[in-house]
Structure formats: structure tokens, C-alpha cells
């Protein structure tokens, strides 16, 4: 399973490239940045997001997901806390959280094996009853199915 807690982005994007076989020319010429340039972001921790843009596009990989998963793991109380200002932000208001699958074995695991109550993992990571007893019967049926 994935590590979200230390994201090296520079590492992944490296190993997709490789895996994906693209020449370096090209790489180049989307990126808009020199060979050392490239090797200097293959060795960044983190890169500014419009470069990270650029290489979601080229490699067709959504790298910002990583970061986004980070916080789901690893500030799921974040969302709890209540602004104390009535101000509503022009920003755009996600409704929906982005749930992959390690997360949705991760916490099935965690009720499963009694570690947390259905109502704690409501509570911790803010995932809607609904959605979490949907996740426990689809897992639950595919054990069953197994056997």
C-alpha cells in the first residue's frame, strides 16, 4: 500500500515516467524546462502547482489526488472543526470527498476487526453513515461470495 504520509512528488513523477516510457524530448518540450531542470524536479520533494499541472496532463495522472488523499488520512478532524466567522469563501465548496480504494479497504478493515465502531469512523473521518454502511455491505458480500 501507497505511504501518504511522506509524498515525495518528484520520486513518483520519476517512476511513472519510467514506467511509462516517455522520451525525454517530449517531456522537454510539454514541460517547458531544460534536462537539469527536469532532473533538479525528478529530486524535488514538492514542485509549484502549475509545473505539477503540466505533468498530470503529459502523464495523465492526477498527482494532486496524492495531496488530497494526505488529508484524508492524516487531518480527517480538519473538516470537523467549525469556523467561528459566519463568512462564506467565493471559493469553490467540494460536496464530495474523494475516496480511494486503499481508503475504503483501510476503514472497512478497521470495522471489520473491531477496531473502531461504525460511529467512530463517521466521527474521525467525516464519511457519511450512508456511505459507510454501503462500503461494509459491498465488502461483506464479496466475502461471501469468495467462500
Known amino acids: ?6 509524498i515525495h512528488i518528484g520520486l513518483m ?7 511509462e516510457g516517455i522520451d525525454e524530448e517530449r517531456i522537454v518540450n510539454f514541460i517547458k524546462a531544460t534536462d537539469e531542470e527536469i532532473e533538479e524536479m525528478y529530486a ?11 505533468w498530470s496532463k503529459l502523464l495523465g495522472y ?13 487531518a480527517p478532524n480538519l473538516a470537523n472543526e467549525k469556523r467561528t466567522s459566519k463568512k462564506t469563501s ?18 472497512v478493515e478497521l470495522v ?28 461483506e458480500k464479496k466475502d461471501n461470495t469468495e467462500l
Not at 500500500?1 to 511522506?6: G, I, T, V
Not at 492526477?62 to 492524516?74: G, K, M
Not at 469553490?92 to 476503514?107: G, M, V
Open 112 to 139: 471489520q476487526s473491531g477496531k473502531k465502531q461504525p460511529s467512530e469512523i463517521v466521527a474521525d473521518y467525516r464519511i457519511p453513515k450512508n456511505t459507510l454502511y454501503r462500503w461494509l455491505r459491498k465488502h
Open 1 to 6: 500500500m501507497f505511504k501518504y504520509k511522506d
Open 90 to 107: 467565493e471559493l469553490p465548496q467540494f460536496r464530495k470527498n474523494i475516496y480511494t480504494a486503499e481508503l475504503i479497504k483501510f476503514i
Open 62 to 74: 492526477d498527482f494532486f489526488r496524492i495531496y488530497s488523499q494526505h488529508l484524508v488520512w492524516y
Open 13 to 19: 513523477i520519476r517512476q511513472l515516467v519510467q514506467e
Open 44 to 54: 524535488a520533494k514538492s514542485l509549484d502547482t502549475e509545473v505539477l499541472l503540466r
